[in-house]
């Protein structure tokens, strides 16, 4: 057999399998276009979405500087329920600095709800976790200090040393030095 003998039967196959097939293929074309169509419309929701969330994030620090301090709590608030990776920490960093809300049940509801928001990585989670203790530490809760920088000290955590030196710099600061003693050991074998 010649190569262009090959060639048409090869051609002649491909064309009775596509015909065969063709019900299959459009299908299946159909199927791909939808689903990039929907994936495409998704990226875009999530763009307006962040830039919604961004216009509340900035609106709620308008407010705060304008003393309008309910009005911002609400817009505060809401981004927090929303689960957003970047600008629902930085409301409750708002709501904490700005004293926007009083109640610490409150503020430790926050502070669960941006800690289960499985879109942040596991080292802001554990930074976010630091950032709890040292409320903690103003409310003088040890029970919850400990509970809530423990993960850390007991992971490999980029933040490890700094959970480490933040309990012992409170036991210290309470004068139990026992308690104390017993971090700052796991400290310096943590930088050894």
Known sequence: MSNKTLKKNFIS???????????????????????LFAYLVNINLQNKNN??????????????KQKKVEESKILL??????????????????????????????????FDTVLKNSSIDKENL???????????????????????????INSNSLWRKMAINLISEYFLSKGELVKAEEYIKLLNEVKN
């Open 13 to 35: 196959q491909l064309v009775s399998f596509l015909k065969k097939k063709f019900k299959i293929i459009i299908f299946l074309l159909a199927i791909l276009i939808i689903l």
């Open 51 to 64: 830039v919604i969330i961004a216009e509340q994030y900035t609106n709620a620090k308008i407010l705060i």
């Open 126 to 152: 554990n930074l976010i976790r630091i950032k709890k203790s040292i409320y903690l530490i103003n409310l003088d809760n040890e029970e919850q200090i400990i509970g809530t920088l423990n993960p850390i």
């Open 77 to 110: 608030e809401s981004i927090i329920s929303k689960n957003h990776q970047i600008y629902s920490p930085l409301a409750l960093y708002l709501i904490i600095d700005n004293n926007v809300e009083t109640n610490t049940v409150k503020i430790f509801k926050f």
